[in-house]
């Protein structure tokens, strides 16, 4: 019977305490090879979803927009919001899914921007459902440690979302270096030259003559950071050589490194690095400037005198 090549396997799972605290942690997975007639609409129901698309085709409805999928297409869906995902009645998908939670999944849902285009293609489709597939067999095997392995290979997953996002879906090999498109390679040359400026963003956005939200969306899909937070990790990561290595006061260096308020230079300082400036001088030089182990000076004139006294003459 033609009813017989499609399927619905899932495996529920409850997470441990220690999974929810640590890690990614699953609430169930999925194998489906679905009838024409598959269809899911909500409102609403918690935590996120990943479907793989191993063949055939499907259409999601996300934020009053319609995308296809089809084989190698991966969609990330926050299933808080209101979403639709069914199957083409004349090829409908099969699709592996992973139903999921984690402290660091609205980040990286938003870093993907996810809300703009929930649909990313894969080029290495053979890893890609061996992935999905793997997490499939951990929670019907269930063998120990399975639900660490499960969190490490949704990392995987979403790593390689990301990778493709900053390559701008290049269907280059993942394990090449990506190196970033010309007009950000020159923004961040710009602002390397210029830190010590109190930019703001539009004036950076004019180098390229883009509006200041197309340069940021631009500037935060090809490298991860925010354009202003990547400007202030660099005027941090100056000012740290310029604690380690000059006697400068604080207030100088924040001077020196683009930063007109001392008091908000030490807040960043210690929220991106866990340490005030001076914590941060002091340890340093703590380390690096030890000084070496120099023998105390001995007296020849004692010397001959213990010789001397043992009758070693």
């Not at 929670?139 to 996002?165: C, P, W």
Request: proline share 5%; glycine share 6%; aromatic share 16%.
């Amino acid at each position: 019977m033609i009813e017989d090549r499609f399927f619905y396997r899932t495996y529920t799972h409850s997470s441990s305490e220690i999974a929810k605290k640590l890690w990614f942690f699953v609430h169930s997975v999925g194998w489906f090879v679905c009838k024409p007639t598959y269809d899911v609409q909500r409102d609403r129901l918690f935590d996120f979803q990943l479907k793989y698309v191993v063949s055939g085709k499907g259409k999601i409805e996300w934020h009053g927009r319609i995308f296809n999928v089809g084989p190698g297409d991966i969609f990330f869906l926050d299933l808080n919001q209101p979403h639709r995902y069914y199957a083409d009645p004349n090829d409908p998908f099969e699709v592996f899914w992973v139903h999921f939670g984690g402290s660091q999944v609205e980040d990286y849902f938003h870093l993907l921007d996810i809300n703009n285009t929930p649909v990313y293609q894969f080029h290495n489709l053979e890893e890609t459902q061996e992935l999905f597939h793997q997490l499939f067999e951990m929670f019907n095997l269930r063998q120990v440690g399975h639900e660490a392995k499960a969190s490490a290979v949704i990392t995987h997953i979403l790593t390689n979302m990301i990778v493709m996002r900053m390559k701008g879906g290049s269907p280059q090999s993942l394990l090449e270096t990506p190196t970033y498109p010309e007009p950000i390679q020159q923004v961040i040359y710009f602002m390397e030259n210029h830190f010590i400026e109190p930019l703001k963003l539009e004036e950076i956005a004019n180098e390229i003559m883009l509006s200041p939200y197309h340069f940021s969306r631009l500037f935060k899909r090809t490298t991860g950071y925010s354009v202003m937070e990547y400007l202030q990790k660099f005027r941090i990561k100056q000012a740290k050589y310029l604690l380690a290595k000059t006697d400068n006061s604080i207030g100088e260096i924040a001077e020196k490194t683009g930063f007109s308020d001392q008091s908000y230079f030490g807040k960043l300082f210690k929220r991106f690095e866990k340490q005030t400036p001076k914590e941060y001088r002091i340890a340093h030089k703590a380390i690096t400037h030890q000084p070496e182990h120099i023998p105390p000076k001995t007296d020849t004139n004692d010397i001959n005198t213990f010789v001397q006294s043992k009758g070693l003459y």
